[in-house]
Nanobody
Framework: QVQLVESGGGLVQAGGSLRLSCAAS????????VGWFRQAPGKEREFVALWSGVSTYYADSVKGRFTISRDNAKNTVYLQMNTLKPDDTAVYYCAAARGFRGRTGAGEFDTWGQGTQVTVSS
């Protein structure tokens, strides 16, 4: 079972950029699809982006601003976040599940990282 370690969160001004990383500390991502989710205080965890083999998926709220990618050599999935807004403030989690099904529901993933805080100031 792959284990996930996230990094890259922090404090940034509106309009700025951050890149989050999700590294597999055990196993590889070769047979897993990997998603990013976020959870703001008082809100449910919501889908952000998914890397699913040759396909990628994005929530409407981040399309055109966020990009998910994978580095096979580093066994890491990235979330590049540009033009950040205060509404993007949340704890960001990466999640993995075996097989490529285009999952976007949090309940469909069985492996989660510890989360990394992203705060966007106005």
């Amino acid at each position: 079972q792959v284990q996930l370690v996230e990094s890259g969160g922090g404090l940034v001004q509106a309009g700025g950029s951050l890149r989050l990383s999700c590294a597999a500390s055990r196993g590889t991502f070769s047979t897993y699809e990997v998603g990013w989710f976020r959870q703001a205080p008082g809100k449910e965890r919501e889908f952000v982006a998914l890397w699913s083999g040759v396909s990628t998926y994005y929530a409407d709220s981040v399309k055109g601003r966020f990009t998910i990618s994978r580095d096979n050599a580093k066994n890491t999935v990235y979330l590049q976040m540009n033009t950040l807004k205060p509404d993007d403030t949340a704890v960001y989690y990466c999640a993995a599940a075996r097989g490529f099904r285009g999952r976007t529901g949090a309940g469909e993933f069985d492996t989660w990282g510890q989360g990394t805080q992203v705060t966007v100031s106005s």
